[in-house]
Every structure is written in structure tokens, then in C-alpha cells.
């Protein structure tokens, strides 16, 4: 299945790039998506965290992702 | 409000209470505390955040500050929701702004109402605290020596 990926503060740095599409076998989590994520891109291990959310929600490590959902990379948050 | 036998705690519609904004113009002070302003209010309490200019002191250019526009609004929202359900507030404002912004510049307003001002202290402590953590926005710092994004790494 195909997600596309949004991504925000350093994690575009990480990616170069403010979206990049991943192909994903159905029923991947979001903690699979981490694993994908720091097994491509081993910057994102050194991050202090990484969250993810999906349909403007914040989603935890078990939400199973769809085909064609639209992933937000939520580094550290740094607001205010 | 009606009471209901089977609803214990009963929600409040708070949606006209409660001013939310993100933008990139410069932040109004007035207008902010102006949003929050009722004759039911006996206290005002108000956070400006500034720019400051330097970090640990090495001196700061200038702060971008990046959003997730629709989840910030929403998370915004949820804190200021929450805190008017269980505090006894009258009005909310969370104005937070995005792009360049220099030293000195306000990257952050807060204005609670209350009637009393216990409240409002409280209040606005705790808005400023909380979307210091869950709220998606990011700030990078600009050095003249490179830049950094701010509580990425440990």
C-alpha cells in the first residue's frame, strides 16, 4: 500500500524533502513505519522522539495504516 | 444547563469562548486582550513570548518557526477546551505566529479571563506549558555559524 509522508522541522531536513511517498505491505503499523523510517534514514534514530499523526490526529504505535494515508512526521515539538 | 440523571459532569459549549490563531503577520497585543475582554471578567492574565537573543550564550539571528497548521489549530484548541471545562474561565485566546521573526519579536500570546484572577494565573501557566508539548510547531534557531532545530536531539 502507498502512504505519503508529510514532514516537518528536522525531519524534512532528514527526508530533503517536504513529502516522499513509501510502499508499505497492508496492515503495517505505525511503530512499522518508525522501523522503515530509521532503517532509511538513521538520522531519525538520533532524534529525542518522532511522533506521527494521521487525519489531523495524533496516532500511537499500534494504528494500523491504509492505503493511500497521509502520514505527518512530528518531530520534537518546539512551540511558544 | 438542563441536568441529566445519567450525566454526571456535564460539557459546556465553549466554541465562542475560545479564539484561536496561527499566523505569519506580527502578533497584537491589544487585539488579543481584546478578544478575551467581558464584563464578567474581574482578572486578565497574559503570556508574551519573545525572541530572546541568545542561547546559552552564543547570540541568535533570527527564530523560524514552522506548523503543521491544521493539528496545531486543533491542539490549540483542545488546551484551551479543556482548560474552560475545568476551570472557571470566561475566555481563551491562543494567538501563535510562523516564518521569520527577529530578537525581541512575539512568537506567542496568551490571554485568559476569569472573574477571578486565581483562575487565570493558573490558566495561563498551564495553556503556555502544554503547547510547549504537545502543539505542532518548530522552532529553529539561526546562528551566524549554521542552525539548529530546537530539542531535536537530546
Redesign the interface.
Known amino acids: 500500500m502507498k502512504l505519503k509522508l508529510l514532514a516537518f522541522g528536522i525531519a524534512k531536513d532528514i527526508l530533503h524533502d517536504r513529502t516522499i511517498e513509501y510502499d508499505l505491505r497492508s496492515g503495517t503499523t505505525i511503530a512499522m513505519l518508525r522501523d522503515a523510517l530509521c532503517a532509511d534514514y538513521p538520522e531519525f534514530r538520533r532524534l529525542t522522539s518522532i511522533s506521527f499523526a494521521v487525519n489531523d490526529e495524533y496516532v500511537s504505535e499500534t494504528h494500523v495504516l491504509q492505503d493511500g494515508d497521509e502520514v505527518v512526521l512530528i518531530p520534537p515539538v518546539s512551540g511558544g | 444547563m438542563p441536568a441529566h440523571p445519567y450525566f454526571y459532569h456535564t460539557q459546556r459549549n465553549v466554541v465562542d469562548q475560545i479564539d484561536i490563531k496561527l499566523t505569519p503577520e506580527a502578533l497584537d497585543l491589544t487585539a488579543v486582550v481584546r478578544k478575551v475582554e467581558s464584563e464578567a471578567a474581574g482578572g486578565t492574565c497574559v503570556f508574551v513570548?519573545t525572541v530572546r537573543g541568545s542561547t546559552k550564550g552564543k547570540p541568535v539571528v533570527r527564530l523560524e518557526?514552522?506548523?503543521?497548521a491544521?493539528?496545531?489549530l486543533?491542539e490549540m484548541r483542545k488546551i484551551a477546551e479543556a482548560l474552560m471545562q475545568r476551570l472557571p474561565l470566561i475566555r481563551i485566546a491562543i494567538h501563535?505566529r510562523i516564518g521569520s521573526l527577529q530578537i525581541g519579536e512575539i512568537?506567542?500570546i496568551i490571554a485568559v479571563a476569569a472573574a477571578h484572577r486565581k483562575a487565570a494565573f493558573e490558566a495561563c501557566e498551564y495553556c503556555?506549558d502544554t503547547?510547549?508539548?504537545?502543539?505542532?510547531?518548530?522552532?529553529?534557531e539561526i546562528f551566524t555559524d549554521g542552525e539548529v532545530?530546537?530539542?531535536?536531539?537530546?
Not at chain 2, 503547547?131 to 529553529?140: A, D, F, G, R, S
Not at chain 2, 532545530?149 to 537530546?154: D, G, K, M, R
Open positions: 513570548g518557526f514552522e506548523a503543521y491544521p493539528l496545531a486543533s501563535h512568537p506567542v503556555i503547547l510547549k508539548e504537545t502543539v505542532p510547531i518548530w522552532k529553529k532545530w530546537v530539542s531535536a536531539h537530546p
